[in-house]
């Protein structure tokens, strides 16, 4: 998710947090048994909210109570503003379909703003899914400059899996950041940089780790480096559950968000 060149520090995460080396400046709070680490690089900001649950109702709503103050710091709204809502990843992978099923929860306003007549707490927000490279033949940057041409967008939010380097951190984590994204880096399968120099549009990326590398597992128990013939990635077995709310959290949060009059969804 990040945009900082790491090769050679030999880390297998996109979470900043685990990026120690990196950090320059760390501002930690906590809410509700929610931490909330805001970190400054030299050129990018992040944050991270780290919670312990949101399986039941109480907890999913203080995450994403947190989650929609943390959003609006980054986009800093204008009643001008049109956004558009890119959801990556792949949608037949379960831990790689966090963009394309959040999505199924966004509000797309765009197309009633053509026809005019929009009450003035709705914000323009279209959204599109542009699958992964493997499946379509296109580069994800190629596809994505097309579309925010054409949806006149003015700032792009960007949503993806992530990977983390300790089991403990999966689906426990939202990354929120305006450094933009490297599809595909967290296996090793980068793809071109999306962000403001290459969009030439505010790109503010949200992410949830969901998986974690096998080799990362094997050293952390055996306290040392060892050599896998494969690269292997694992996830939780309620993966699919997860998906789920986090989804409908981080959609139901973009949401409330852009359009001041939105009534919040709970699939509870």
Known sequence: MHTINTSNLNLRTDLVIEQKLLQKNEKIQEIDDIKITTTTLADASYTTISFNDITDKDNFEKVQNVFIKEL?????LTKSDSILVVGLGNSNSTPDSLGPKTLDNILVTRHLFLLGNVDSD???VSKFKPSV???TGIETINVLKSIIKESEATKVIVIDSLKASKVERLNKI???TNSGIHPGS???NNRGEVSKKTMHKDIIAIGVPTVVD???IVEEILKEEVLLKENLIVTPTDIDFIIEKLSLLIGNGINIT???DFKRQNNY
């Not at 609006?72 to 800093?76: A, I, N, Q, R, S």
């Open 133 to 135: 490279t493997g499946e």
């Open 186 to 188: 967290g296996i090793n």
């Open 258 to 260: 852009l359009h001041k």
């Open 122 to 124: 709705y914000l323009s």
């Open 214 to 216: 096998v080799k990362t």
């Open 72 to 76: 609006k710091k980054y986009l800093k």
């Open 174 to 176: 939202i990354q929120i």
